[in-house]
């Protein structure tokens, strides 16, 4: 049953995220962001008016998570939150200029690590890691359901 560590491809799928997300972060950095708080800047650049819920979501990190990320983009004045028109328990979060000003740097910076991967791959090879990623995920997500 057991399976040699040469065929798991888990640790080399985890080992590229690890590299992908120490280069964004240093990336951001210089901006005084974190990755998470960029994530949700950049989210909130094309979704302005998000709940925080519907942020985590497309920031892939928990509600809780996303929580302490806008309270500190607010506290730095980076986002504006506000309640919604008609569902006043619900606050809708929109970037600042301060926020867009911040995105744009390290935006900058993060796009050059994004134009690596591109160029280190064919337009092929890019759409055939989209699939074979995205059946990995499907994958992953059958089997974690059949235990």
């Known amino acids: 049953m057991r399976m040699p560590a040469g065929e798991r491809l888990g640790l080399d799928i985890k080992r590229a995220e690890q590299e992908l997300m120490a280069a964004k972060s240093t990336a951001v950095r210089a901006a005084g962001l974190t990755v998470p708080q960029y994530a ?36 730095h004045g980076l986002v504006e939150r506000t309640p919604h028109e008609w569902h006043r328990h619900i606050k809708e979060a929109r970037l600042t200029d301060e926020g867009r000003a911040a995105l744009a740097a390290a935006d900058e910076r ?13 337009p092929q090879e890019r759409e ?9 995920s499907t994958a992953v997500g059958e089997a974690a359901a059949a235990l």
């Open 128 to 136: 055939t890691l989209r699939d074979l990623l995205k059946r990995a």
């Open 40 to 75: 949700a800047l950049f989210t909130l650049d094309g979704n302005p008016g998000m709940s925080a819920a519907a942020l985590a979501r497309a920031c892939l990190v928990t509600p809780q998570a996303m929580t302490v990320v806008l309270r500190n983009l607010e506290e």
């Open 110 to 122: 993060a796009v050059k690590i994004e134009r690596a991967i591109a160029a280190a791959l064919s």
